[in-house]
């Protein structure tokens, strides 16, 4: 079942406004135009959409939040902000077929009663704000956005803003604080974004594919949505695949797929034998070949020890050395992200990178693996937003599998795959 | 610069203009520098800690001048289960820089990066607003060599 890349896959499809009205776009805001606010709702309630950009929160309540917070006036901010390691599907939806993502937020704007939207995109994006660029305007010349659309007293404009470097402002409250022009720290929640948000204004804080996905649902129906997929986990999903894999890419398969499937039938197999994959990317604990039966959706994800993420699946074949990853790339990804607001994450990834980058060089002990699954606890319970929380995970996962691999590294200062270099 | 007060008015003058003032800045100047760090302050009415604050916790932004090309190489998980690492070295090596630094003649900086959302090309990079995939160490410094090479023609 195809629905978010129904378009791009299209042939001569070219993401202009022209070419996206040719396929009945804009017609669901045109209907959306003339629907109750409440009823948008209920249909999105129906659908049982559920956010794709990690927390997998319903879309439909999020919205029914906003639209009955008192306050005024309201946001509707999209978070193109995809910084997540392997994670590239919000990009090519922006890029192939910037129109969905835009009437889906008009929608959202007619749903909860605002006229302000924000798009906020990965300063690094330069493609994708390109082309959502021409897209405003192709938009705004047809009065699809802007005021009065269609004739209609429903007035609501798109503002694209770039982030400049600085994954931990994908967390919504650091995003937030990044589109008032501060530092992308995350804030204390509650109160959630869709109480205080934007200039502590009620927002509905959407995440790419989940607004791209809006125009279709209120076209079809809810009830249409609801039936593709998993009763928990309704409609399609985008998964990133790369890595050890023959035909990395952005794929669209409804959430009973399995990662067998995902991996060989849509991926075109394994690059060597793998050993381990993450199901959703570097927050997300690693799965071993004995879990890839399992379906990919959040509840067996979860079943399985790990979580769904965003979909960026990253195969590692068995060349590779885990206790390398994890030193060199892992840890020190978090370690370099964590914005340092608070302690446990600052100081507990810094640690984890040095103690493993010891183990990787030939100095570390045996102790140390336990050292670091009291870090991962603490972080858990203690760091102050999801990149903390959730930065040893993977880590962790990695020494319970490959345990012996560690272990070869710290008694015997030896690494099977040749790629550590030990001290004298 | 008439477009700084432009996007200033756009916001009001509230701190919100501030990040799409930055990027237009580091854009035309290459660098964010101290006068325009008090400028800002100024038009924002925030204090000259609070800009700077900003300017340096955000990587796209600098307080030293950028090169004329910025790399900005991936060094994320799948891109180093390709390889990155080595055409990082094999960049530094070509340019003779470190990771951050910028070449004399002010033609390259060199930045190693996450990942930029070319997964499914890794390894990839961008040079300004360019991007680049599949690359292997060869092919990069091809393409380095290559911009060398016209810029020495102008
Ligand atoms: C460290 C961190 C990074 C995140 N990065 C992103 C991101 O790049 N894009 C995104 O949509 N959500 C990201 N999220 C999730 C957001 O906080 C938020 O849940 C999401 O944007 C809500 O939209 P949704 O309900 O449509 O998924 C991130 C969360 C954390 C903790
Ligand atoms: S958990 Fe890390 S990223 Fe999140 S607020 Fe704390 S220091 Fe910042
Ligand atoms: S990991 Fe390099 S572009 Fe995504």
């Not at chain 1, 409440?38 to 439909?60: D, M, N, V």
């Not at chain 2, 660098?31 to 955000?58: C, G």
């Not at chain 2, 090169?67 to 003779?96: D, H, Q, W």
Request: proline share 3%.
């Amino acid at each position: 079942m195809i629905i978010l890349l129904e378009n791009i896959k299209r042939k001569g499809y070219n993401g202009s406004l022209a070419s996206y009205k040719k396929y009945g776009g804009y017609e669901a805001l045109g209907k959306a135009l003339g629907m109750e606010s409440s009823l948008i709702i209920s249909e999105l309630k129906k659908s049982g959409l559920r956010g794709r950009g990690g927390a997998a929160f319903p879309t439909g309540i999020k919205w029914e939040f906003a639209a009955d917070a008192a306050d005024n006036p309201k946001y509707v901010v999209c978070n193109a902000d995809e910084g997540e390691p392997g994670t590239f599907k919000d990009k090519l939806l922006m890029e192939k077929d910037p129109h969905s993502l835009i009437e889906g937020m008009a929608i959202c704007g007619k749903a909860i009663g605002t006229k302000h939207g924000f798009i906020y995109i990965r300063g690094e994006y330069f493609d994708a704000f390109r082309s959502l660029q021409k897209a405003l305007d192709e938009t705004r010349k047809q009065n699809l956005i802007g005021k009065n659309i269609m004739g209609s007293d429903f007035s609501f404009d798109i503002t694209l803003y770039r982030g400049a470097g600085a994954y931990v402002c994908g967390e919504e409250t650091a995003l937030l604080d990044s589109l008032e022009g501060k530092k992308g720290q995350s804030r204390v929640k509650p109160p959630f974004p869709t109480f205080e948000g934007l200039r502590n204004k009620p927002t509905v804080l959407n995440n790419v594919e989940t607004l791209s996905n809006i125009a279709q649902i209120i076209s079809k129906g809810g009830s249409w949505f609801s039936k593709i997929g998993n009763k928990t986990a309704t409609g399609t999903k985008l998964f990133c695949l790369s890595g050890d894999i023959k035909k990395p890419g952005v794929y669209e398969a409804d959430m009973n797929v399995t990662l067998n499937e995902l991996i060989n039938d849509y991926g075109g197999g394994a690059v060597g034998t793998l050993s381990a994959v993450f199901p959703g990317g570097l927050a997300s604990s690693l799965l071993t070949p004995d879990k890839f039966d399992i379906k990919m959706n959040y509840e067996s994800v979860m079943k399985a020890g790990s979580m769904l993420g965003s979909g960026a699946v990253i195969a590692i074949n068995s060349t590779r050395c885990p206790v390398d990853l994890a030193a060199n790339r892992m840890a020190e990804f978090f370690d370099h992200e964590s914005c340092g607001k608070c302690t446990p994450c600052r100081e507990g990834t810094k640690r984890a990178k040095e103690i493993l980058q010891g183990i990787a060089s030939g100095t570390g002990s045996v102790e140390d693996l336990s050292t670091i699954r009291d870090l991962a606890d603490v972080l858990f319970d203690t760091s102050r937003c999801g990149l903390g929380q959730t930065a040893l995970n993977a880590i962790r996962s990695s020494i319970d599998i490959f345990e012996d691999i560690y272990l070869e590294h710290i008694t015997k200062r030896r690494c099977r795959a040749g790629i550590c270099k030990f001290k004298k | 610069m008439i477009e700084l007060e432009k996007i200033l008015a756009e916001y009001n003058y509230k701190q919100g203009a501030l990040l799409p003032c930055l990027h237009l800045v580091q854009e035309k100047e290459g660098f964010i520098s101290e006068k325009m760090i008090s400028y800002l302050a100024r038009k924002m009415d925030l204090t000259r800690v609070e800009v700077y604050s900003v300017v340096t916790f955000y990587s796209m932004f600098t307080l030293k001048k950028h090169g004329k090309y910025v790399i900005r190489m991936c060094l994320s998980f799948p891109c180093y289960l390709k390889g990155a690492r080595t055409i990082f070295n094999a960049v530094k090596k070509e340019l003779k820089i470190e990771n951050g630094e910028t070449t004399k003649d002010g033609l390259f900086s060199l930045e190693g990066v996450s990942c930029i959302g070319l997964c499914d090309k890794a390894p990839a990079m961008l040079i300004n607003d360019k991007s680049y995939g599949n690359l292997n160490a060869k092919k990069t410094v091809d393409i380095i060599r290559k911009i060398k090479k016209a810029e020495k023609k102008k």
